[in-house]
């Protein structure tokens, strides 16, 4: 998340390891046959979920338009979707 100056404003989940993605690719003409990824897509605990919603509650009203990528991975609870 960014606050209204652009500036990072990171949530870290501490018990959530970094996403890995490896992907294999057939050597001759360097073709992506497939990927295998390796993360933890549960939803937030409450107190990330807590963290989360105070950010946005803080700037929501600061923007006219709030871009959140999710990508499926469980950010966006029904409590921040709502939020939202």
């Known amino acids: 998340m ?4 652009g500036e990072a404003m990171p949530v870290s989940v ?3 390891p970094t996403i890995t993605k490896r992907s294999y690719v057939e050597p001759a003409f360097l073709t992506k ?10 939803p937030l605990s409450e107190d ?6 105070a950010i946005l509650e803080a700037q929501l009203d600061r923007h006219d338009v709030v871009i959140v990528a999710d990508l499926g991975h469980g950010l966006l609870t ?3 979707r709502g939020l939202l």
């Open 14 to 16: 501490d018990d959530r």
């Open 78 to 80: 029904d409590r921040l």
């Open 33 to 42: 046959m497939f990927e295998v990824q390796f993360l933890d897509d549960r």
């Open 2 to 5: 960014c606050d209204s100056d």
């Open 48 to 53: 990330a979920e807590r963290e989360v919603e």
